[in-house]
């Protein structure tokens, strides 16, 4: 099961282009329009699983698959039945339910994959250590989360999912853990200035630095530092 949002392009191919292709199952095809004035064209935004990639599309078990097999075909028969005043907020009431259901398998795999989904964690861990290790974050900057999703091989979206569930961080709360214990070394291990220690880090300007810093740490970097004396 996957979603694919406005714009989006959904493409079907084999192994070759010459071989023809078998597929089953439902394509739900839904104008923006049609969402227009009603709560669910808000509510809809809600959900993360609109930027999830390709390789992130979830797999239903027997049992969700006739849930979401039941709310299709009550979609289809309101559909094909004779259009009246109750006909739209029928099928968006259907469209809503799906996407409830949805949300819940989305949020479920985080819990049954778990060993793929530590094993991201740790990968995760790995290469902030690695990235805030580095001499050149001068050249690179700090690290978004849509590099690092890359790295990981996942959507900005799925990772959030991910994280909050495993952890109740986002990913870019992980960033800053790992950049504000890498700035407690530096400053009570090295001679560095803030101002110094900011620029290795990646900061453009060092102010920016001692915001998030004091905001992480609840101290500022110079009160830290006075701390080990």
């Known amino acids: 099961m996957s979603f694919v949002s406005p714009n989006q392009v959904l493409g079907i191919a084999g192994e070759n282009n010459d071989e023809e292709i078998k597929q089953s ?11 227009w004035n009603t709560a669910l064209a808000k509510a809809i935004r809600q959900y993360d ?7 992130e599309a979830l797999f239903l078990s027997e049992k969700e698959e006739t849930i979401i097999d039941n709310i299709i075909r009550n979609v289809q028969q309101e559909y094909h039945s004779n259009i009246d005043k109750f006909s739209k907020q029928i099928i968006i009431s259907q469209i809503d339910t799906l996407l409830t259901y949805a949300d819940r398998f989305y949020h479920r795999q985080f819990i049954t994959r778990g060993k793929a989904n530590h094993q991201i964690l740790s990968r995760l861990e790995d290469i902030l250590t690695e990235y805030f290790s580095g001499d050149d974050l ?10 690092i999703a ?3 091989n996942v959507s900005p979206s799925y990772l ?14 992980h960033i800053h853990d790992k950049l504000i214990e890498k700035a407690k070394e530096k400053l009570s291990t090295t001679d560095l200035s803030v101002s110094e220690i900011a620029y290795a880090l990646g900061f453009e300007h060092p102010q920016s630095f001692s915001k998030l810093f004091k905001k992480e740490a609840r101290v500022s970097p110079s009160d830290f530092r006075r701390s080990f004396n």
């Open 25 to 35: 199952g439902w394509l739900l095809l839904i104008h923006p329009d049609f969402l």
């Open 49 to 55: 699983f609109w930027g999830y990639s390709v390789n």
């Open 138 to 147: 001068m050249e690179k900057g700090l690290p978004s989360v849509q590099r």
């Open 150 to 152: 890359e790295a990981l």
């Open 160 to 173: 959030s999912g991910l994280l909050k569930v495993l952890t109740g961080q986002s990913t870019q709360q």
